[in-house]
């Protein structure tokens, strides 16, 4: 990746190889959820690619997320404001680089999530992709049920079979998908994943094929109630392979924001 591109330049070239891998898997794009991942954003670059269309985004940590979608959100709002009092004036909606006050900001928590966090977490994402057990998938069910609302989430399922990773395991992920499936306020809707960080591009595709053909094994025992329709795989090193595989997320932090500065010695 080149260092002196601008965030506009890297994100139309994931968005092009997006388009690119879906082309060779015999997809849309259009079907592909691009999650940016902030984790080492500045709040202006989040901005910035708001204000290219871009509305899903995603955290690892709780803390950050919850902090940077109330900034975001207090920002779109009046953003939105002033978007419909220039349209008033010029009766023109849809002039050309108007900001789209109609399409809110969608956002994905894909870290590692611990019960005593869940509440804060569900109150800001759209979508928690990293449920991996049945006592997190009960917790969500009691935030939900007191907040009377429905919570999306994905299971997700330690297909590399690393020790060290996150994820429940493959025989178990679809007892876990019918055990959500009783609950009222808590809807499963799909899988995630993450591939063993290797050169080696072959162990990745196997991880990912892994994990695409439990999806559709799953989906076909009518998890869901046909609303298990989410294969979240994929980062900023290895998700044109995933796209191949199956997925529909994709979470790419490094090649749309830019790699985290090396600290400085003191």
């Given amino acids: 990746m080149n260092a002196s591109q601008t965030l506009q330049n890297r994100y139309e070239e994931v968005r092009n190889r997006v388009g690119e891998a879906c082309a060779r898997a015999g997809r849309s794009p259009t079907s592909v959820i691009l999650v940016a991942v902030a984790k ?3 709040i202006d670059d989040i901005r910035e690619l708001i204000e290219l269309g871009h509305r899903d985004f995603g ?11 109330a900034v975001v959100k207090d920002w779109f709002d009046r953003m939105s404001v ?8 010029t009766e023109d909606a849809s002039a050309p680089g108007a900001f789209d006050p109609s399409k809110p900001v969608r956002w994905h928590m ?3 999530l611990q019960r005593n966090k869940a509440r804060k977490v569900v109150e800001f994402s759209r979508l928690i992709h990293s449920v991996d057990s049945l006592r997190l998938a009960e917790e969500l069910q009691v935030i939900a049920n007191k907040r009377d609302e429905v919570i999306d989430v994905l299971i ?3 297909c590399s079979g690393e020790e060290q990773k996150h994820g429940c395991p493959v025989p178990a992920a679809g007892v876990l ?13 799909g899988l995630m994943t993450m591939a063993e960080q290797t050169d080696d591009r072959d162990k990745i595709r196997s ?14 025992e009518g998890a869901g109630e046909g609303r298990f329709d989410l294969l979240s795989m994929g980062m900023s090193g290895d998700y044109e392979i995933a796209l191949e595989e199956g997925a529909n997320i994709v979470r790419v932090g490094s090649s749309i924001f830019g790699e985290r500065p090396e600290p400085v010695e003191a």
């Fill in 156 to 158: 997700q399922v330690n």
């Fill in 59 to 69: 955290e690892n940590r709780v803390q950050q997320l919850v902090q940077r979608a």
């Fill in 177 to 189: 998908a019918e055990q959500i499936d009783t609950m009222i306020n808590v809807r499963v809707r």
């Fill in 110 to 112: 894909i870290g590692s």
């Fill in 82 to 89: 002033l978007e419909r009092t220039r349209a008033q004036r």
């Fill in 207 to 220: 991880t990912f094929r892994r994990c695409r053909e439990l999806f559709e094994d799953i989906r076909h």
């Fill in 40 to 42: 080492y954003a500045e």
